[in-house]
């Protein structure tokens, strides 16, 4: 069921006793509360292991408990003593596992053993690890490599997805999918193009000094829990905190710190965003343009009445490129239109302005808001042209801060996972180790699925993820994957990607990230980047859910003996006998970043990646920093705003990881057992002839000629901007055209889905698999499965 969900001036604030007994909650579901408190307190710390939920930086010195009510579950997850084993598998039918929730398959527990797809019982069963990795290697070896796909999910450590990238390259492809191209790929492509780097330009020192702050499509209060802390603090110093998003997310409205005494006792907790902008969504090019106006008119009225300027001249001379032709740009821009595509008013725009142009030092942060667009790139540009007006970037307190998810995606990218690399990285590969890398480019997790359509690929192979239930269009690329010769995953959990095989299939069961990794009798550490760009150890305390889970630099050390041993000299073993061997490679492959790696792991807090921006050093064609903008672009998603269809955003609940359920429920959103729900704005719900509880399905609007649908979702009124709605991934997949996305990376536009909404005619059915049911089941069981 659903309450109050309509968020009103005092909503009940975030955090607080609520994220205290969701800890206790789901240790305790878990069976984990002992094993799991005390792995809590070594998270995050030097010598304990690194949150395997989000990519927010730990601090140098710690808290006491330095976690959040989301990495709790995530241990917790991970830590469960429940199992998924033989027996189970022998118990179901594939099949049958395809009508479980992604809920009921991840809730069932660990895997524990490596399971080969026998297609004659149409169940998974036990193989030795031996036998698994010779066969798959024996596959392998027969295809053409540029039909092998490498698919990695961002909590695959630095070790792992450097030995990874070198098993493709030595299998013969660049074909490197990744969960980042469905995120923060748009980043990684566009930033380069205004300052040279992808990556945040800033420090928790800087956050520590910053005296305004702009969150741009980004939900902290669920998916950077621990970045609340922070803007608490700032908000209690009286920092302002603006925001801009459709929803009202109850955390960037009011947060109790569970560490804070007293307003955990007075439950009032601490008001958070200064300004609340509830935007259109796909309306922040215009939003940011509209402030650079406002502060560039200032300026232009400062410098007639000989006031003090409000830009920073001396940094846009010295630092930038394109300023004049940007200021003419907004100049020329009308009110009227900035109002129109923001649906936002002048003086909102002019507030946010005016906190801008107050603030000595400025930091910006986004997040999938920003990215999952098509033309989230020409958003991305107008934040950091916001940033440049008064030289918000490379001087403490400032700068750019996109805020990354998994937990190690940036770093796996850093080390090597990339579909297009450079021709210095491969030589230093090759140099280092005796072979060459294919020089074509690869596929990119866009380009995968259309050639898994086309058939045009003869093996996917998995770290990690839960590829077939993330991607867009996820049905029509589900049915072709059992035209694929050869499907393996390494996981530490059965999803619906499992079950959506191949001809042959494998599932090899891997050790988590809390996990003692024991290699020839001693503790072995992993490493990570988070989203500031410092990499950090991580060695495992737990005890392993099964012996026969192995770590995945094991794993892939051991598949790559068994598939391309002869084509180069490389001592597998003793690479992952002693994991500081991989990272003396990734030093030799890449000097300038990992000098010293093994012993600048050690020093508390790691080090941090050279950043180039950060420290004003343009690596830009112009050699500064570029003010871009595409005068023709007005909108991130279509050329105006006034469509016939709604813009879906699809998005996360507080009780999910990506494709990982923990449970039905969002409290920040009101919602509670129940996933298969779309929130509407009241005059959208009239106009459609809806009401609360209404049942609905969506047709895709995209005009590609296929037909996309979704049914069985449940009206809820919520305050959200007319002609927008929202719903939850990845229940929303199907929906999602491969070919909508982001015109830089491929990132699927997942926060603006054309979608007509309609009532379910009477006899449709909601689910595939049942009728029309008179209250809503609290398990949607099999609604709009993948296969
Ligand atoms: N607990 C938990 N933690 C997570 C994750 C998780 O699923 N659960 N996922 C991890 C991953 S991989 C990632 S990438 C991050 C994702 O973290 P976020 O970037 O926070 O991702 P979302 O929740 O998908 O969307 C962010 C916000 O964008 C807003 N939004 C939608 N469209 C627009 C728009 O057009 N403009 C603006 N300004 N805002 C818009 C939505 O209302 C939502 O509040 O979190 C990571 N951390
Ligand atoms: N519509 C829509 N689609 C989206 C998004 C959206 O906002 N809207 N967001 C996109 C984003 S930002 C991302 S990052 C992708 C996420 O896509 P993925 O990264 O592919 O998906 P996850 O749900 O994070 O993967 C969960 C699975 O990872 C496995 N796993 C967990 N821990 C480990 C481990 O330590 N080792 C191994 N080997 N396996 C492990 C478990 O089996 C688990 O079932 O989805 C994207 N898809
Ligand atoms: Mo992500």
């Known amino acids: 069921m659903t309450d109050g969900r309509k968020a009103d001036a005092q909503p009940a604030p975030a955090g607080g006793w609520g994220a205290l007994n969701a800890v206790e909650r789901h240790l305790s579901n878990q069976q984990v509360l002992i094993k799991g408190n005390r792995a809590l307190l070594s998270m995050n710390k030097p010598g304990g292991f690194d949150c395997p939920s989000c990519a927010w930086p730990d601090p140098d010195k710690p808290h006491f408990a330095e976690y959040c009510e989301n990495g709790a579950k995530a241990v917790a997850w991970e830590a469960t003593k429940k199992r998924t084993g033989p027996e189970f598998f022998a118990q179901h039918r594939v099949e049958d596992l395809k009508a479980w929730t992604d809920h009921e398959l991840e809730a069932h527990g660990r895997l524990t053993h490596p399971l080969r797809y026998n297609a004659r019982t149409d169940t998974c069963q036990s193989v030795d690890w031996q036998t698994a990795l010779t ?31 070198l098993y493709g390259r030595l299998l013969g492809t660049n074909n ?61 110093r009286g920092i302002p905190i603006v925001t801009f998003n459709p929803l009202k997310e109850r955390a960037l409205l009011r947060f109790t710190d569970p560490q804070n005494p007293v307003e955990m006792l007075t439950g009032r907790g601490q008001p958070i965003s200064s300004n609340y902008f509830q935007l259109r969504t796909g309306g922040d090019i215009m939003a940011m343009q509209g402030i650079c106006k406002a502060v560039i008119a200032a300026d232009d009225l400062a410098k007639t009445n000989g006031a003090a300027r409000l830009l920073d001249l001396n940094f846009i001379a010295e630092h930038t490129h394109g300023f004049e032709a940007f200021a003419d740009h907004v100049r020329a821009l009308t009110w009227e239109e900035i109002e129109r595509y923001t649906a ?46 008064r030289g918000n970037i490379g001087r403490l307190g400032t700068g750019a801060c996109p805020v990354r998810g998994h937990s190690n995606v940036q770093g796996d990218r850093t080390v090597g996972i990339n579909k297009t690399p ?56 589900a049915k072709k994957v059992p035209q694929i010769e050869l499907t393996v995953h390494v996981a530490t959990k059965l999803n619906r990607s499992h079950l959506t095989h191949g001809k042959q299939a494998y599932i090899l069961p891997a050790l988590g990230r809390t996990e003692l990794d024991l290699q020839d009798g001693k503790a072995q550490t992993i490493t990570v ?18 012996e026969l889970c192995r770590s995945e630099p094991w794993i892939i050390a051991n598949l790559a003996k068994k598939t391309v041993a002869d084509r180069a000299a490389i001592d597998w073993d003793a690479l992952i006998l002693d994991y500081s061997r991989i990272r003396e490679k990734i030093e030799a492959v890449f000097p300038d970043e990992f000098v010293d ?23 830009t064609p112009t050699g500064k920093a570029n003010f871009l903008f595409d005068p023709d672009i007005r909108d991130q998603d279509d050329d105006t705003p006034e469509k016939p269809h709604l813009q879906l955003m699809t998005i996360r609940s507080h009780d999910q990881f990506n494709t ?66 929202a719903a939850y991934y990845p229940e929303t997949n199907a929906l999602l055209s491969l070919a909508h996305r982001d015109r830089r990376s491929n990132t699927p536009a997942a926060k603006s889905v054309p979608v007509i909404v309609s009532a379910s005619r009477a006899g449709t059915p909601v689910c595939s698999k049942s009728e029309v049911p008179e209250s809503y089941p609290a398990r949607p069981t099999a609604i709009n499965p993948v296969a």
């Open 135 to 165: 066969e798959i290697g024996e596959i392998l070896r027969r295809l053409d490599p540029k039909r092998v796909e490498l698919y990695t999910s961002g909590r695959t450590s630095n070790e792992a997805a450097f030995l990874w990238q």
């Open 176 to 236: 490197f999918p990744d969960c980042s191209d469905m995120c923060h790929m748009t980043t990684t492509m566009a930033l380069p193009e205004s300052i040279g780097v992808g990556k945040a330009t800033v420090t928790l020192e800087d956050w520590e000094h910053c005296d305004a702050l702009f969150i741009i499509g980004q939900n902290p209060g669920t998916n950077s829990p621990r970045m609340m802390g922070y803007l608490h603090d700032m908000a209690r």
């Open 344 to 389: 936002l008013t002048r003086d909102q725009i002019q507030q946010a302005a005016i906190v801008y142009m107050k603030a000595e030092r400025v930091i910006a942060c986004w997040g999938m808001g920003i990215t999952q667009h098509k033309h989230g790139g020409d958003a991305m540009h107008q934040i950091l042209n916001l940033l440049f007006l």
């Open 422 to 477: 450079t021709e210095d990285f491969l030589v230093n590969l090759d140099r280092a180790f005796g072979f060459r890398s294919p020089r074509e480019h690869g596929h990119d997790a866009a380009e995968c699925c259309e050639a898994i359509l086309r058939g045009d690929v003869d093996a996917f192979l998995a770290m990690g993820g839960n590829f077939f239930r993330a991607i867009p269009d996820s049905e029509r690329v």
């Open 529 to 546: 980047e988070d989203s500031f760009c410092v990499v950090h150890g991580s060695t495992g305390r737990l005890a392993p859910a099964n």
């Open 597 to 619: 790696f093994n012993a600048r792991i050690s020093q508390p807090g790691g080090f941090r990646l050279p950043n180039g921006a950060s420290e004003r050093k343009w690596d």
């Open 660 to 725: 990982t359920i923990y449970s039905n429920n969002d409290r920040y959103r009101g919602v509670s057992g129940e996933r298969m729900v779309v929130f509407m704005n009241d005059t959208d719900m009239v106009e459609h002839g809806l009401s609360e509880g209404s049942i609905v399905e969506f047709t895709a609007a995209t005009r590609d000629g296929i037909e996309r649908h979704a049914a069985g979702f449940k009206v809820v009124a919520y305050d959200v901007p007319k002609g927008c709605c």
